[in-house]
């Protein structure tokens, strides 16, 4: 292993390389879905780890699935440390601001909080015309506009949400300008400049993707938290950074679509019957998992689609029905389905001890992806700083890329 440095001192650079290296190194371990093993595939060859993740109590799984990296048993076989450090970026600077109230207005609660940390973080500089990408109704927007005294366009392809926006920035008496846009379609990059400032809270996969190579084509500023990377047309992800597609080929890191979704599988804390009813819900499908690989005689998993939540049937065995039906799978007379429920069960307490191990790579994943990202932009001659920009709490999507265009500094 190479020698440690603290997290300020390591360029995006150094630290994209060594997350390429720890995330190759280690994907036979992270990859695989316990939910769809008998046993881990990584099992055999790492018995001891096996047998810790199954020792641990309730209390340890979860607090291990809420804090990854502190006080981890899984360091003896895995570098946990290492990974905590190479994930550990600064909470990026901003002015704390408090908005008025008024301008929360039809806006939830929790997305406002996001909008006042998001806020001072943008970076707009008086020069900048502000766009905001992918704005919904333009919550932000709004706040941006009236905070900055400043005109801001905000694209957003559905026109309900184009008209229900306008009507909430001509009510509050900011200067929002809702565009129709379709920010994939061909001309899209007619809204950026290199006097532009695009900001982007929480933009999918390859809307976020496409903002990028939009900024980077036209030297526009760029303010961006993203979310949902698993949300691209490609199979296979490719990576956006020259040096992302150098080291990802080198290492054999390919990322699938489904690899992408483990980067923000972490919710924020669900309600306590919310949890409860999702844990039951998978202890039934585990356990009917257990019963078609019987009924079949095929020892595999077998995807069954998902239920809306409150949909749950209301007891194990009519869940099975359902799930057989969907599945056009037969189901014999005579099944124990006290004996397949309560191995469900045992089979869920194991698999939240097994998705430890996917657990403590996920922000790493994370992060590289972001990463990717923040170098394609380098590359492109921007200045790019990365970090936090509220709690995790807040959201869990809570790194935040600012990216200022070639030479903005020096004019
Ligand atoms: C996850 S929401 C984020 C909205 C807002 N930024 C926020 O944080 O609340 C994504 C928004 O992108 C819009 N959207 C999806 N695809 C789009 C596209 N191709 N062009 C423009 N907007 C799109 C959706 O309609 C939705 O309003």
Redesign the pocket.
Known sequence: MSPSLPHPLLSHTERFARLTERLAEWQDLWRPLPFQHRRPPWGEAWPGLETALLRLSDASAARLQDTPFRESPLADWLPVAELARLVDLPELAGDACELPVAWAAHVGGR?WS?IEAFLPRVGASPDERLV?W???KG??SRALAQRLDAEVTA????AT?CREGQRLADRQGATVHMAE????APGAGRWLSSDTRVA?????GD?HGRLIELAAEHGSSVTLAP??YQRTTDAHYRPLSRQGRELAAASGLILTREDLAMAVQETVTAPRHVRRRREQANAWRLGFDLLQREVRGIDAYLPVPSLAYGRLPDSFAEFCHWAAERKGLGLPAGIDWPAFESAGERRRVEVTRMELVRHLFRRPLEVWLVLDRTLRLEEAGFSVELGTFCERELTPRNLLLRACRPCAREA
């Open positions: 997305k996001q905001e992918c704005a919904g919550h932000l694209l957003e392809w559905q949400l846009q379709d920010v994939l982007a809270l929480h933009a999918c809307l979310c949902c």
